[in-house]
């Protein structure tokens, strides 16, 4: 029988498929596509998914060595300056094995613990881990639509 851990990082890893199935067929100038009037480029959501997995990986699991400027949260807007597409799959490739290692050091207690965070307020580890689950399959579905009928500005 599995751990809960297992089946979280099961569960997680089947989930954020919706978003690194995509990553392979992009190319560079899909970085730039947006859906009028959003304001948010296909970069900016891949820098975006990285930057809260790091986040993530540092406060709700508390990786205190993680290194994170989570720069996409700081500007709170697209700033343009996601178009390399090779650093951005580095970048997500790093914050995907980052916070899958601290997950998977978690003991079946620990998913019961709580944690406080000012973006969502007390919930347990379980509860925080089903947030940056949705929150990648949510900017993963704004992607694949931007993709199929963005435009590039």
Same mark, same amino acid.
Request: proline share 2%; hydrophobic share 40%; with cysteine.
């Given at each position: 029988?599995?751990?809960?851990?297992?089946?979280?990082?099961?569960?997680?890893?089947?989930?954020?498929?919706?978003?690194?199935?995509?990553?392979?067929?992009?190319?560079?100038?899909?970085?730039?596509?947006?859906?009028?009037?959003?304001?948010?480029?296909?970069?900016?959501?891949?820098? *975006?998914?990285?930057?809260?997995?790091?986040?993530?990986?540092?406060?709700?699991?508390?990786?205190?060595?993680?290194?994170?400027?989570?720069?996409?949260?700081?500007?709170?807007?697209?700033?343009?300056?996601?178009?390399?597409?090779?650093?951005?799959?580095?970048?997500?490739?790093?914050?995907?094995?980052?916070?899958?290692?601290?997950?998977?050091?978690?003991?079946?207690?620990?998913?019961?613990?709580?944690?406080?965070?000012?973006?969502?307020?007390?919930?347990?580890?379980?509860?925080?881990?089903?947030?940056?689950?949705? *929150?990648?399959? *949510?900017?993963?579905?704004?992607?694949?639509?931007?993709?199929?009928?963005?435009?590039?500005?």
């Amino acid at each position: 029988m599995k751990t809960k851990t297992c089946l979280l990082l099961d569960l997680w890893q089947e989930a954020r498929t919706r978003f690194s199935n995509q990553l392979p067929i992009l190319k560079e100038e899909d970085l730039k596509k947006k859906l009028p009037p959003a304001a948010n480029s296909v970069g900016f959501l891949i820098r *975006h998914i990285g930057d809260v997995e790091l986040l993530f990986a540092k406060n709700v699991f508390g990786g205190k060595e993680i290194k994170v400027i989570a720069k996409t949260v700081i500007a709170q807007k697209d700033t343009g300056e996601w178009t390399d597409l090779a650093e951005l799959k580095e970048y997500v490739n790093h914050s995907f094995q980052t916070l899958k290692s601290i997950v998977e050091q978690q003991t079946d207690a620990d998913w019961e613990t709580t944690i406080t965070t000012k973006e969502f307020g007390t919930k347990t580890k379980a509860e925080a881990f089903g947030r940056i689950i949705s *929150h990648t399959n *949510h900017h993963a579905g704004q992607m694949a639509i931007i993709l199929k009928y963005g435009i590039l500005n």
